[in-house]
């Protein structure tokens, strides 16, 4: 990873897993990190955490130690999205890599989130879609922004099925995840066809970590023969979230990494190994799906993304 002193960085869902990994590495690497999370808490004791791992190797170039601070923000709430993005915003302050990594899986019973959507797709998709269009103004306000989605090898299974897009008609805890996830990798590509269109500097990679042992695997519904399987007798497939975390970092950092690529693990299936370019499923890339359920995000969600034209 190069030096990213004088950038600043946004990670949500930072306080475990992959975002906490790949917040402590870009602190580590001279980036300011905003860890974004939803329990004030829990955000705490990842902060002291964070600040103690970083230190260790930390790149310094002209800093005497890693800086990052917490915040609030919750992507299951459109109100806390609002108020983070508006509190950002007053600081007058670029940002440089915003990482879109909070999420949910598999919930064993259909929940909403506070605005009423299906708490997987509301939360993996439209909260991180909210979120973008928000911060897009002081994206634009660096000299190289980047926003990283996180996705799952999950998409392959997926299928945007616009008048379910909610589960109201059949909830499955697998089936909910996997459209998010799909939803998440249309999502980053269509943003990077948009900034492409209008000649915008905005750089949008997908990523996914491949099998990582998260708290996001080990709090699924432990009763199903999926989860079971990861962490039964393949769990030698299974990665660390520490190397989980190359890929959204190599996404987030790497000058090698270009806008519209999908990262992921090099190895056996996908499902661990060293970050390099991916195939998405063939539907990932569909444009006119895309287009769609952006504009059906921008209803639900009544977030924009300005400065970047329809296509």
């Known amino acids: ?60 170039q002209g800093l005497t130690r890693p800086t990052a601070e917490i915040a609030l923000l919750d992507l299951a709430s459109l109100a806390s999205i609002r108020k983070f993005a508006i509190g950002f915003s007053a600081r007058r302050q670029a940002l440089d890599i915003l990482v879109n990594n909070a999420g949910v899986m598999a919930l064993p019973t259909r929940q909403l989130t506070e605005d009423g959507f299906e708490r997987q797709f509301g939360t993996n998709h439209l909260g991180h879609f909210a979120l973008t269009g ?7 306000g660096a000299a190289e922004p980047r926003v990283v989605t996180v996705s799952s090898l999950a998409h392959r299974n997926g299928k945007i099925e616009f008048d379910n897009l909610q589960s109201e008609r059949k909830y499955t805890p697998w089936k909910a995840y996997q459209n998010s996830k799909l939803a998440n ?17 905005l750089v949008s990679i997908a990523c996914h970590p491949g099998i990582s042992q998260t708290n996001l695997v080990a709090s699924g519904p432990g009763s199903d023969f999926k989860t079971n399987l990861l962490f039964g007798p393949l769990r030698f497939l299974t990665s660390p979230d520490s190397e989980g975390a190359e890929p959204t970092l190599y996404a987030a950092a790497n000058p090698d990494a270009h806008s519209g690529e999908y990262i992921g693990p090099d190895g056996f299936l996908e499902f661990r190994g060293h970050p390099r370019v991916v195939h998405a499923r063939k539907k990932a890339h569909d444009p006119e799906v895309a287009k769609r359920l952006w504009l059906v995000s921008e209803q639900l969600t009544g977030v924009t993304h300005r400065r970047l034209a329809p296509v």
């Open 134 to 140: 928000y911060m897009v103004p002081q994206l634009l």
């Open 1 to 60: 990873m190069p030096s990213l002193v004088g950038k600043t960085a946004l990670v949500t869902g930072a306080n475990s897993g992959i975002g906490y990994q790949a917040a402590v590495e870009l602190a580590r690497h001279g980036a300011h990190v905003v860890l974004g999370v939803r329990d004030v808490h829990k955000g705490h004791d990842a902060l002291q955490n964070l600040l103690r791992e970083a230190a260790i190797g930390h790149v310094d």
């Open 185 to 201: 990798l249309l999502f980053a590509f269509e943003l990077d066809r948009r900034a492409r269109a209008v000649g915008s500097k």
